[in-house]
């Protein structure tokens, strides 16, 4: 695929998946925005991942398609795309490799559409671009500028806008050390087991180190879990705050634990040091944080993992090895590793 130069004028990114493929999206835009200084990049996603393109400030307008909602039909579809041509678009980029999504581009009306070669209708693209298994998701959305990155330079944090968030905070601890924690998952088996998660708690509490646990209001119930014998030291804001302003607080914080899931990605949009552990996924599948001084940590020496690309409501063995043998002592030790390399990053 040849570079994208700076004679193009309107782009469009249709990204319809999950918030932490829609953050991992950004790096993509900010790298066709420098190259087209002058060009309006618009997005299309799904009413959760609004506020992330809302929030960068590379992005032109973002465009709503609630798939699951008032336009699940496929006539609603099409009439979306109607709308959408008016604007003639000369670069259409298919981020999301769905029926539903490659349905949406071939009715839009645009110079030219890209799409990945593992898109469900491949032949609806006039250009392909090779999903490499082996890279990161960051790398893989690269490709589409058409440039080459060698193993440095495609570590391109996404960029989110700060939102005042001070009101918010008024019982953030107010020690030297701030640990988040993203205990949660959409999928069961990619979650730490609660009670691990609460030992690894105990033997970080220390005198200079306050806890916040983030989430979404599913989660609240498992954070007043973790931070019950935080005391005051342990602050839950599951289902307390927007995507933005989760980012925000991380940028207040020093270290972030989480699972396999979009925290991960929220914590390099932040800047901060990122522990992503790994249970029943690997960090092979190309969604591990890449920022400096962050890490991955998993079980290995288990035939059943991974067990699928997101993950199960339970474990299909019945065992949950992947979780359950992870030893919190390991995360303990991995923690602190980070925390004592602190000054070098």
């Not at 491949?122 to 080459?148: A, C, I, M, Q």
Request: charged share 25%.
């Amino acid at each position: 695929m040849e570079v994208l130069t700076g004679m193009i004028q309107r782009i469009l990114i249709i990204q319809t998946s999950f918030i932490g493929d829609s953050i991992l999206t950004l790096p993509l835009i900010q790298q066709l925005k420098e190259v087209n200084t002058e060009a309006e990049i618009d997005v299309i996603t799904i009413p959760k991942c609004k506020e992330i393109f809302e929030a960068s400030p590379y992005v032109s307008s973002v465009i709503i398609y609630d798939k699951r909602g008032k336009e699940r039909s496929i006539g609603k579809t099409f009439k979306l795309a109607r709308e959408v041509s008016k604007k003639r678009y000369e670069k259409v980029i298919c981020l999301h490799r769905s029926l539903r999504s490659a349905i949406l581009s071939s009715a839009i009306k645009a110079r030219e559409k890209s799409g990945y070669d593992t898109s469900a209708l491949p032949y609806v693209f006039d250009k392909l671009v090779e999903y490499n298994f082996s890279l990161h998701e960051v790398r893989r959305n690269l490709s589409f500028t058409g440039k080459k990155y060698n193993d440095e330079e495609w570590r391109i944090n996404p960029v989110v806008k700060s939102v005042s968030i001070d009101d918010k905070l008024k019982n953030l601890p107010a020690t030297e050390l701030k640990i988040a924690i993203a205990p949660g998952s959409a999928w069961g088996t990619k979650e730490y087991p609660i009670q691990h998660f609460i030992k690894v708690m105990e033997l970080l509490n220390r005198k200079e180190t306050g806890f916040v646990i983030i989430g979404d209001a599913k989660g609240f119930a498992k954070g007043e879990k973790i931070i019950s014998n935080l005391a005051e030291k342990g602050v839950n804001f599951c289902g307390k705050l927007s995507i933005t302003e989760t980012i925000e607080l991380l940028r207040r914080c020093d270290l972030l634990i989480t699972n396999d899931s979009a925290p991960t990605h929220f914590g390099i949009a932040a800047g901060i040091k990122v522990l992503t552990i790994y249970t029943s996924t690997v960090p092979e599948f190309g969604f591990y944080p890449y920022n400096c001084g962050s890490e991955f940590i998993g079980l290995g020496g288990l035939e059943c993992r991974p067990c699928g690309i997101h993950g199960f409501k339970e474990c299909p063995k019945g065992h949950f090895k992947c979780g359950e043998e992870l030893a919190p002592e390991v995360i303990y030790n991995r923690i602190m590793g980070m925390i004592l390399e602190k000054k070098k990053y």
